[in-house]
């Protein structure tokens, strides 16, 4: 059966003031993780934080290298995948790996990310798991509960 993104877990996600780790951040302005992460931050006001193996500041966020590489006690809201569906897996072994140190509540695969293994490892760990869609299509689809 294919993955369906619960619309519930998508709302709570993008109406949750809590952190957004973005996976594959960097300063290439060409780049989708750039401009989405820009959107999050800047339009939604959202707290960002960029992993990448440069571990650039991008738009005034501290990077890190890895998930591994954030300090503890972070509480991390969402670990945003942009990485290649091929390397996925890794992201999300690593984010399951560090859940509890970093209390990661989701894993969001960006639109063209698929891993349906490492989605139902995700979810298996505790975590919310949304795939193969993008923050910026969801948020004009937002709908208060009930309606």
Sequence with gaps: MAHQNDPDLVRDLLVDPGLWVVVGLSNNKERDAWQIARY???????????????????????????????????????????????NVGAVVDEAIANKERLDIDAIWMQRGVVDVAAAARARKAGMGVVMDTCPKIEYPRLRPRGT
């Design 40 to 86: 999050l931050k800047v339009e939604q006001g959202k707290a960002i934080m960029p992993v990448h193996p440069k571990a650039e500041t991008v738009h005034g966020a501290k990077g890190y290298a890895s998930i591994s590489d954030i300090p503890d006690g972070t509480d991390v809201k969402v670990v945003q995948c942009f990485v290649n569906s091929e």
